[in-house]
């Protein structure tokens, strides 16, 4: 018995040693400088104690919980947990512990003038905006400057710059009328190629975009599916029923990309002024509950799709007043007066005006409340916005402005975007065995969406990084 509790008593003494090791060993060691600037937890053992806990299972919140990371994973959520000997121990009394935001229609492309002539470029600092609004997780939505894209996940990835984890679409576009730099696709075979090319290079999604035909679209969906890839589209020369029926997962800006409500609107191409404009004026006519788009909705839930409708970047449109961010937001920007400027003239589409476009706001707004209530998943996008990479906030506080709760809006930001882009399985709630990427709020966000902005924390993979250094060292660096 005497050697019995010897070798336990060692076994408990090794294993008490074992566990001060791994929680003093430092995660973030193959970091550059960069990135260790901002962070501010990186032991392998960390307990976040007294916490107000939002998991993303329950949706309801539960007072004073802990939560135990070891290893980038959740070990243990809920009630009381003694702390592992020599662990991190972060105090979140008055905090909210929730989820890290997953937002899934982001573009890390800004522009430089050169000469009279714009210059798209991969900005590393949108990212890292992001991840100072919450972000953990984003999807991009295409780039002109693919490579770009790609090279800022593997600097990224690679602990070179701070940012949030990317899942890298590409642009599918089609044979007419192609935008910037993106290759014509003459057919289905050419845009299985066209896949294949970019997901060997690390896409992981892809985006059906505005003259993708259905034949097009097809084969880059048949692609896609082969290699386990998300599909969203912005579409145009292919119908919204039509690209649900092959197999889209997610309709980005919702009903502006729905050009079955447009009478008389082909799937053969997309003169994309003349359509555009016949889109706009056409969401000022129709009635949001009326059968045509109830019809489409029908279609879209048939095939299990989720909407991004990405409300508020329609504050930068045509005719409506630039409404100017916050000042926090405007600081980011190279030149904050620009966003007073009209992106193009109110009358850039034929018969299109201010009261034309505040009804069609009001049309999209109300649609995807629609949606929400038949059923259907909504998911949180910024496309950009007035500001790169901090728009998430803002999107989900006009998302309760539209109709939804603010608990509605933060599922959609985490467990649903999660499982939008094939990640519900790793991030989106907080769960054992699940990456440790979460929020510590100093609000409750649940109850008011503003709070969202109160950042305490901000962890990724079980690394803390301080919000308010990631975002004053990106300021003025979001070039506009």
């Known amino acids: 018995m005497v050697a019995v509790a010897r070798f336990v008593g060692c076994a408990a003494f090794a294993l008490a040693l074992l566990l001060s090791t791994e929680a003093a060993a430092q995660r973030a060691d193959a970091f550059n400088k960069t990135v260790k600037a901002f962070v501010t937890a990186d032991q392998r053992v960390i307990l976040i104690k007294d916490a107000r806990l939002l998991d993303g ?70 990212p890292q905006a992001m991840l100072a ?124 990309a729905s050009y079955d409500l447009v009478p008389g609107a082909d799937e ?38 989720a909407i991004t409708p990405t409300l508020a970047v329609r504050e930068q449109y045509l005719c409506n007043p630039i409404v100017p961010p916050p000042a926090r937001e405007l600081a980011l920007l190279s030149r904050p007066g620009a966003v007073t400027e009209a992106p193009i003239s109110c009358t850039h589409f034929s018969g299109y005006s201010a009261a034309v476009e505040k009804k069609g706001i009001a049309f999209q707004a109300a649609t995807a409340i629609r949606y929400h209530k038949m059923g ?37 930001a985490t467990i649903d975007g999660a499982r939008a882009i094939h990640r519900g399985d790793t991030v989106g709630s907080l769960e054992v065995g699940k990456r440790a990427d979460f929020l510590l709020v100093d609000g409750k966000p649940d109850q008011n969406i503003s709070d969202i902005r109160k950042l305490g924390a901000v962890f990724k993979n079980g690394i803390g990084y301080d919000p308010q250094k990631l975002y004053e060292d990106a300021k003025g660096k979001i070039f506009n």
């Not at 990479?389 to 959609?412: H, Q, R, S, W, Y």
Request: with cysteine.
């Open 268 to 305: 053969k191409s997309c003169p994309k002024t003349q359509r555009q404009g016949e889109m706009l004026t056409q969401m000022a006519k129709l009635d949001p509950n009326g059968p045509e788009v109830g019809k489409l909705f029908a279609t879209l839930l048939a095939h299990k799709v």
């Open 376 to 412: 259907g998943t909504l998911l949180v996008g910024t496309d950009q916005w007035l500001v790169s990479g901090a728009g998430g906030p803002k999107e989900m506080e006009t998302l309760v402005a539209a109709g939804l709760t603010p608990m509605e809006v933060l599922k959609a």
């Open 57 to 126: 299972v329950h949706w309801q919140a539960a007072e004073h919980q802990d939560m135990l990371v070891r290893d980038g994973r959740i070990a243990a959520v809920g009630g009381t947990i003694a702390a592992p000997a020599g662990a991190k121990i972060i105090d979140a009394h008055g905090q909210t512990l929730m989820p890290g935001l997953i937002t899934v229609h982001e573009h890390l492309m800004t522009a430089i003038q050169v000469g009279e002539r714009p210059a798209f470029f991969a900005n590393p600092y949108v």
């Open 133 to 256: 609004y919450g972000t953990t997780t984003a999807r991009t939505a295409g780039g002109v400057d693919l490579e770009g894209d790609l090279a800022l996940k593997r600097q990224i990835d690679g602990g070179k710059i701070p940012g949030s984890d990317l899942d890298v679409s590409i642009y599918i576009e089609g044979p007419k009328d192609p935008i910037e730099t993106l290759p014509s696709i003459a057919d289905a075979a050419a845009a299985r190629r066209e896949v294949a090319y970019w997901a060997d290079r690390g896409a992981t999604s892809i985006k059906l975009f505005f003259d993708a035909t259905p034949d097009v679209a097809a084969g880059a969906i048949a692609e896609a599916k082969a290699r386990h890839m998300g599909i969203a589209g912005h579409l145009c020369g292919t119908h919204a029923a039509t690209a649900a029926r092959l197999g889209l997962e997610t309709l980005e800006h919702g009903v502006i």
